[in-house]
Nanobody, 126 residues
Framework: QVQLVESGGGLLQAGGSLRLSCAASGRTFNSYNLGWFRQAPGKEREFVAGISKSGTRTSYADSVKGRFTISRDNAKNTVYLQMNSLKPEDTAVYYC???????????????????WGQGTQVTVSS
């Protein structure tokens, strides 16, 4: 199992930048593909970005391509989401997630992920 704890959320103006972190427990962190999801009030949870176990492959939602960057440091058991050029529509609770060990595909659906953090709020004002 893996436990995930997000941090780095906050309130900022449109056009700003923020970096989210997600620290994981466990000695098998590099066995998991990881994803960042977000959920705005009244909306379904949606995929933002994903990264493979080694960090060599990434995937992004069209809405954040070119603005967000996912990365991971397996030595620190941490995954990051660098968010630039933030927009009001990026306002949401952001969650990191891990799927089962050994998966190759970076899934973009929440049901494929078994472990979730508690979320961190990001609010972007216009």
């Amino acid at each position: 199992q893996v436990q995930l704890v997000e941090s780095g959320g906050g309130l900022l103006q449109a056009g700003g930048s923020l970096r989210l972190s997600c620290a994981a427990s466990g000695r098998t962190f590099n066995s998991y593909n990881l994803g960042w999801f977000r959920q705005a009030p009244g909306k379904e949870r949606e995929f933002v970005a994903g990264i493979s176990k080694s960090g060599t492959r990434t995937s992004y939602a069209d809405s954040v391509k070119g603005r967000f960057t996912i990365s991971r440091d397996n030595a620190k058991n941490t995954v990051y989401l660098q968010m630039n050029s933030l927009k009001p529509e990026d306002t949401a609770v952001y969650y990191c997630a891990a799927n089962s060990p050994g998966y190759y595909i970076i899934y973009d659906t929440p049901t494929e992920y078994n472990y979730w953090g508690q979320g961190t709020q990001v609010t972007v004002s216009s």
